[in-house]
């Protein structure tokens, strides 16, 4: 009589000997290849993200270094920050241009001893830019604010100066014509 | 199945992680028949079976760098395959009513065979059971998956998976010995005629 075992463990001892069928190996190995080749053809998924990366780095660094605040300076008056500024601002203005006008007038050819008062306008012109940046960069920062109208203040002081000087020189000379 | 491992496959798996197509092609090579055997008892179907062994091999081979116990390469691919199968069979949906019929007619028959059978014929009425069943009995007798984890692949519970396979071993013994008996009544009439 033949021996009779259970099937879960006929299966486990014979497990290898169950492996009866032949494959068409060629045959599966082409579709493989062919398989492999197709997907080598598409770039891989990982140089995707690498490029992905590398042009947001780029875009990054192109914002960081090109719309740093100095390159956006963007010309902010006392009119920006409140009217009454700006109304204060623009007469001291139209002051200022108008003493200007004057001296330009009056200004004689030869002039180097009012040169020093010229200089001082100069230097007090450009304080003005360093404190236009400031008030674009604190926008209504009373001291800066204060500072700009003070600059016109002291700018109209010193055209009187330079008329003052003007006329003290005709004088001068006309007296000693005399 | 079991592959005795070597120097040499670690080697063979080291070349593929660099891409070399001749250690693939040999990689392949030892591999291929087995893994054909299995996808063969899991769909019982030669045209898919062989699409089964074609995707599993282009994903081991694609993601063999993401393997890295360079010495479990078979066990690894084996689950490439079998997750195919699976997968595949799904998209036909798995049929499980096939054994709730045999669950009333068939509850003493025993599941024990003769030592002696041909395992290839068990091969071959392995492949003849019903897709749910076949693919429950290979997954835990023949892959030594858990019924927990045959519950997890197949979308069954675990306790349905082990009254299934149950019910499998038990279809299969009797189809291995109506088998027998049938070859016997030819053996005794050809012997008859003798």
């Known amino acids: ?178 | 199945m079991e592959v005795l491992y070597n120097h040499s496959e670690q080697k063979l798996v080291r070349l593929c992680k660099k891409g070399d197509a001749k250690a693939q092609f040999k990689l392949y090579k030892l591999y291929c028949k087995g893994m054909f055997n299995v996808a063969m008892r899991m769909t019982n179907n030669k045209s898919v079976t062989e699409d089964v062994l074609q995707d599993a091999f282009v994903k081991a081979f694609l993601e063999i760098n993401k393997l890295k116990d360079e010495k479990a390469f078979g066990g690894w691919l084996k689950r490439i395959v079998i997750n195919r199968c699976i997968d595949v069979s799904r998209k036909a949906t798995l049929v499980f009513t096939d054994l709730e019929a045999l669950q009333n007619q068939h509850l003493e028959i025993a599941d024990d065979v003769d030592c002696e059978t041909d395992p290839e014929l068990i091969h071959n009425l392995i492949k003849k059971l019903p897709d749910g069943a076949r693919e429950i009995l290979v997954l835990r007798a023949l892959e030594g998956f858990k019924h927990a984890e045959i519950g997890e692949k197949l979308g069954i519970s675990e306790s349905t998976a082990k009254t299934q396979f149950f019910r499998a071993k038990q279809l299969l013994a009797q189809m291995i010995n109506e088998n027998e008996g049938e070859h016997r009544k030819i053996f005794k009439g050809e012997a008859i005629k003798a």
């Open chain 1, 1 to 178: 009589m033949k021996m009779k075992e259970n099937i879960e463990k006929y299966l486990k001892e014979k497990r290898l000997r169950l492996d009866v069928e032949e494959p068409e190996q060629d045959l599966i190995w082409e579709g493989i290849r062919s398989g492999l080749q197709q997907k080598k053809k598409g770039l891989p998924e990982w140089f995707w993200k690498v490029a992905a990366i590398f042009i947001f780095v780029v875009s990054v660094t192109y914002f960081i270094t090109n719309e740093t605040p100095e390159k956006q300076i963007v010309v902010i008056n006392l009119s920006d920050v409140s009217e009454e500024l700006g109304e204060q601002e623009s007469q001291l203005k139209h002051l200022a241009n108008l003493k200007w006008e004057e001296v330009q007038q009056k200004l004689p050819e030869e002039n180097t001893y009012l040169q020093f008062l010229l200089n001082e306008l100069q230097e007090l012109d450009a304080i003005y830019t360093t404190y236009q940046q400031d008030l674009n960069q604190t926008i209504n920062n009373e001291p800066v604010v204060r500072a700009m109208l003070d600059y016109y203040e002291k700018k109209v002081k010193i055209l009187n100066r330079l008329l003052l000087e003007i006329e003290k020189q005709k004088y001068h000379e006309e007296t000693i014509t005399l």
